[in-house]
């Protein structure tokens, strides 16, 4: 008890100098709780749509990952419905119609589409819906042009009932007037909900009134859903797949599940290089706390206190200083929850806060996490605590530094920072980038762990050099501000590690992003011959109405078709695979310059011909001129003679199987044909202007399609690296402001012991001007010091990434040098900033009182 007592009178009595300890495990806490938080509110948001629109037994198609993108979805004839509809406890069947390949413009032809990605869905109304929706305005759609939307959708894209619409879908273009509005009694997660009646949404969306998506089942009383499924089963036979409410929810949550889960773990990842990067703050606190009482712990211990309760004392208060931090952290971590939920909404996901879900998990979690990560931090300082010795207490404060510790130390760091770079050394010249991308993974942790163990001896080193660049040119002052750095090297390599791992990871990928953009513009500048590329923007195939739009434009030499036709290959080897056949017209060879290692890539487009890559064709004894057993999914069998083998040196449609959409026809049923992914324009000599001209013309109608030129195109890729990039680097903001603050942090514990020193040479002649610029200098050096670093380590983690890249096709190698000066800079600043109020603090000292502390 007197351990505990004494513990927490310290801790209250240092509690200013723990503050920014508690800030950065508050921050981490936060961040983990938040994730949680807010992904269980994900969850429950998507179980309870899941419910309230799973009917008791749905059946559906059988489940068939290599159909042919036809633009219709699948579906089972009309004629199974009044086959259900004799099974013993069946009491309703609603048959269903959806499809998510539709697009729906208003009167400009705008898409009115979410802009978060959530699909545009259409569907057909009945008694179903009601349990999930409820119409708020207007009425039910009651014939072929009227259609009903649900409010979230009117409400951002400002549409009203009376308003025409436009649908866009694979069976052919209509109209529609607004007819009602439908509000959701759960949560809308996003999509644009567009309901027809029955017989439309047949034709309209399945492009046939003897079809359906899909039939929805409500059993009979008395009869549980397990039951019934069973019965459905035996009266239809196999060839669907069948499921109760509860296996469609499992199903559901399954399939969101999967992507929420990478969602969570990566924000989860990020949180736990905070959670590293406070480590060093901690350790950094106790350290410099226990140096301070050095006399005091002394004292305790000539009046009979033992190692194991000096031990105890430190330990008790990191666990106080943990369980403070966790507490707030929990709180801040439902905050940023909701935050985040509010942005979500801003994006088009409706979040409700009703549903806002925090288990038991998560505080329990957040809890553990502040308190063992802080109390396993101060260990090692505690350990140190406790090896002080009585005689400590007639020295001043300050323990001496372990010169046989340091050099094991050091040479500890340079044995892992070795090991290190010789894994990134072999993964730089692996030949396959999967054994290369192991050793990689072995390298950056290796590498990372060397250079915080070295981090002392390299400050003695970096730091000079550093201070003759540019601390030397403030003369006494900036001399002083170096020797102040290098007065306790293993302070400063943490603080300086603490900076150093957020810098290098941005560094790493700043060279990686940087890589792929170079590389996939000399690919484009290399291989692509065709002046206009032209997509769906939200990846879905081009309708043969968009496709006789374009290919109606002037101007344009050819059109070039590109269509992934889903096969299953027999190889000479007797292995038979699902492969997508690139089916496209001939003028493909002209506007992608595929290169060949054997055969010329013109003749894979001749009738029953295709190309294999070089390397499907050494894994499976290919040779040129060989007939391939391919048999078309939904198709029928086709012999084709490979007339070309393409280099795998390519980015750009590695490992395609080409062939020509003639052959692909051939043998596939006009309904089961693809449509088009993607269309290709190569303009009349010099008049590459008057055709851009009119093939956005062409599209004006389509708002889903986009015409690019190369330009255009390696703008696109610039920007979505860019965007990626951008948002990594935000994520990673957390752990660099934990790593500012442990810069704070160790500045203004270093004023605190500093105290008489600064006392003294205030009283010598030192003016307060003269003192803030000392400390904002040691600031900025050791800024600088993890930065250099923290740069070096992420350009070369970057640097043997790319070397892995090029494996793939990826061959550029391009350094951002802009963004690593910016950063290096930028580091200076936050050093700077970093020592403002230790600084300022520092220069309103008394000096008599200073002069007179113990």
């Known amino acids: 008890m007197t351990i505990f007592k004494t513990s927490v009178r310290n801790f209250l009595a240092h509690k200013g100098r723990m503050a920014l300890s508690a800030v950065a495990v508050l921050l981490s806490v936060a961040f983990v709780c938040g994730t949680l938080v807010f992904t269980d509110t994900m969850n429950t948001t998507f179980d309870k749509l899941f419910a309230s629109t799973a009917s008791d037994v749905s059946v559906a198609p059988e489940k068939n990952d290599d159909a042919q993108q036809t633009g219709r979805p699948e579906s089972l004839p009309a004629s199974l419905l009044e086959k259900l509809r004799t099974v013993d406890g069946v009491a309703k069947v609603e048959p269903q119609v959806t499809s998510m390949q539709i697009t729906v413009a208003d009167r400009a032809d705008k898409s009115l589409g979410p802009d978060s990605g959530a699909p545009t869905v259409g569907t057909n109304w009945d008694d179903s819906q009601k349990k999930s929706v409820e119409i708020t305005s207007g009425h039910a759609p009651r014939g072929a042009d ?49 309901y027809f009646d029955t017989a439309t949404a047949q034709a309209k969306l399945l492009g046939s009134t003897s079809a359906y998506s899909g039939y929805g089942l409500t059993a009979a009383s008395g009869v549980t859903n397990e039951q019934l499924k069973q019965r459905v089963t035996t009266a239809i036979g196999s060839g669907y797949t069948v499921h109760t409410a509860a296996e469609t929810k499992a199903q559901n949550k399954k399939d969101i599940g999967s992507v929420l889960d990478v969602m969570k773990y990566a924000l989860l990842g990020f949180a736990g290089i905070a959670v590293l990067v406070g480590i060093f703050l901690i350790v950094n606190t106790f350290s410099m706390l226990v140096a301070q009482r050095t006399r005091e712990i002394g004292l305790m211990r000539a009046i009979g206190s033992s190692r194991s309760q000096v031990l105890r004392s430190v330990i008790v208060e990191a666990l106080l200083l943990g369980l403070v931090g966790s507490v707030l952290g929990i709180g801040g971590g439902i905050g940023l929850a909701v935050g985040l939920m509010k942005i979500m909404g801003s994006m088009g996901m409706k979040l409700d806060m009703g549903d806002l879900t925090v288990t038991a998990t998560t505080p329990v979690v957040g809890l553990l996490l502040g308190v063992v990560v802080t109390v396993l931090a101060a260990f090692l300082p505690a350990w140190r605590a406790g090896k002080i010795s009585p005689m400590s207490a007639l020295r001043d404060a300050g323990t001496p530094a372990d010169g046989k510790a340091g050099k094991i130390r050091a040479a500890v760091g340079l044995v892992l920072t070795g090991l290190g770079a010789l894994c990134l050394a072999a993964a730089a010249g692996a030949d396959k980038a999967t054994s290369g991308a192991g050793m990689l993974g072995l390298g950056i942790p290796l590498t990372l762990i060397g250079f915080v163990v070295v981090g002392p001896l390299l400050a003695r080193f970096v730091v000079r050099v550093l201070g003759v660049v540019i601390l030397r040119v403030f003369g006494p002052v900036g001399r002083l501000a170096e020797r102040n750095a290098l007065r306790n090297p293993r302070r400063t390599g943490a603080t300086a590690s603490a900076l150093m791992i957020g810098l290098a990871l941005v560094a790493a990928l700043s060279v990686v992003g940087s890589s792929m953009v170079a590389s996939a513009t000399d690919q484009l500048d290399k291989s692509v011959g065709a002046d206009f590329i032209i997509q769906d923007q939200t990846n879905q195939p081009i309708t043969p109405a968009a496709e006789k739009a374009v290919t109606s434009a002037g101007h344009v030499a050819h059109f070039t078709r590109y269509v992934g036709v889903s096969a299953k290959v027999t190889t000479p080897d007797g292995k038979t695979g699902t492969q997508k056949l690139t089916a496209a017209d001939p003028t493909y060879a002209d506007d992608i310059r595929a290169e060949t290692v054997q055969g010329k890539l013109k003749d894979a487009y001749a009738k029953d011909a295709m190309s294999v890559p070089e390397g499907y064709a050494k894994d499976h004894g290919i040779k040129l001129g060989d007939r391939l057993t391919v048999h078309m999914v939904d198709g029928s069998e086709a012999k084709l003679k490979v007339n070309a083998i393409t280099s795998d040196d390519t980015s750009l449609d590695k490992g395609a199987l080409y062939t020509n959409i003639a052959t692909a026809k051939s043998y596939l049923p006009a309904d089961k044909m693809p449509l088009t992914g993607m269309i290709l324009a190569k303009a009349d000599d010099g008049r590459a202007k008057e055709a851009a001209t009119a093939l956005k013309d062409a599209v004006k109608d389509y708002p889903q399609l986009k015409v690019r030129d190369q330009a255009d195109y390696k703008k696109l890729i610039k920007d979505q690296v860019g965007q990626l990039l951008n948002m990594i680097y935000g994520l990673l903001a957390l752990a660099i402001i934990v790593a500012v603050l442990g810069v704070v942090n160790t500045l203004a514990l270093s004023v605190v012991e500093r105290t008489r020193e600064i006392g003294m040479m205030r009283a010598i002649g030192l003016s307060r ?9 040691e600031s900025v050096v050791i800024a600088l010091f993890g930065a250099l670093l923290g740069l070096g380590l992420g350009m070369t983690w970057g640097t043997t990434s790319q070397k892995l890249l090029a494996l793939q096709g990826l061959g550029v190698l391009d350094i951002p040098w802009p963004t690593i000066i910016t950063v290096f800079i930028g580091s200076a600043v936050v050093g700077l900033l970093a020592a403002l109020v230790p600084a300022f603090r520092a220069g309103r000292m008394n000096v008599l009182n200073a002069i007179k502390t113990d």
């Open 146 to 194: 009227e259609v009903v939307l649900d409010s979230d959708t009117a409400d951002k894209r400002h549409v009203k009932t009376g308003d025409t619409l436009r649908v866009i879908a694979a069976p052919g273009d209509f109209t529609a007037r607004v007819v009602g509005i439908a509000t959701y009694k759960s949560t809308n997660p996003g999509a644009a909900i567009f």
């Open 769 to 777: 001007r003269q003192m803030r610029r000392m400390i904002r200098l």
